[in-house]
């Protein structure tokens, strides 16, 4: 007979150490209103406006969402402008 010992679970396990002190990337980016009027969106969990003409400077998290808070006349409000990626760093998004 095979002692219980064979059949107990590991005491041993080892967690990635990068895992538990990984970083957020962020990423700096633009939004433009081309619309010619003025936009409400909502970034990740915050709203803002941005003036027709306007550019507003952010840094956010990749992975962040950007979605229209507020329908216009030619977008319904919930439509996704963009989610954020590593390679949008330093662009600017033009929102017509």
Request: net charge positive; aromatic share 2%; hydrophobic share 45%.
């Amino acid at each position: 007979m095979a002692s219980a010992a064979v059949y107990a679970a590991p005491t041993n396990i080892q967690s990635p150490v990068h895992a538990m002190y990984a970083k957020t990337q962020t990423v700096k980016l633009a939004l433009r209103n081309d619309s010619g009027s003025q936009l409400q969106v909502k970034v990740g969990e915050q709203v803002m406006s941005i003036d027709a003409g306007r550019i507003v400077a952010l840094k956010v998290p990749v992975g962040t969402r950007i979605v229209l808070n507020a329908a216009t006349s030619t977008r319904q409000a919930g439509e996704l402008i963009a989610e954020v990626n590593s390679s949008m760093d330093n662009a600017t998004v033009s929102i017509k």
